[in-house]
Nanobody, 111 residues
Framework: VQLQASGGGLVQAGGSLRLSCAASGRISSFNYMAWHRQAPGKERESVAAISSGGITNYADSVKGRFTISRDSAKNTVYLQMNSLKTEDTAVYYC??????WGLGTQVTVSA
């Protein structure tokens, strides 16, 4: 299964973006899927995850602002990002276990 992330771009602080992660196969076969991000000079970090049963988990830094969801019929996982901050600037990657990474999509938040 291959993963393709899209939806990144340039947005002003306070704005919103929705990222999509389209899988070439059935996402229902994965126990969970997740979004990670990597800012310049920093390590990759987990942002949000969603289980096959719909249970979600978020990094403290994005709680209340980001929402992860999945559409099994479309084999796609989404990350709705609201109230974006400059510190959210990073390359965002989708992930499926055990080690499937999609190509990243750049999110840049300007002040």
């Amino acid at each position: 299964v291959q993963l393709q992330a899209s939806g990144g771009g340039l947005v002003q602080a306070g704005g919103s973006l929705r990222l999509s992660c389209a899988a070439s196969g059935r996402i229902s076969s994965f126990n969970y899927m997740a979004w990670h991000r990597q800012a310049p000079g920093k390590e990759r970090e987990s942002v949000a995850a969603i289980s096959s049963g719909g249970i979600t988990n978020y990094a403290d830094s994005v709680k209340g602002r980001f929402t992860i969801s999945r559409d099994s019929a479309k084999n796609t996982v989404y990350l709705q990002m609201n109230s974006l901050k400059t510190e959210d600037t990073a390359v965002y990657y989708c992930f499926a276990p055990p080690s499937r990474w999609g190509l990243g999509t750049q999110v840049t938040v300007s002040a």
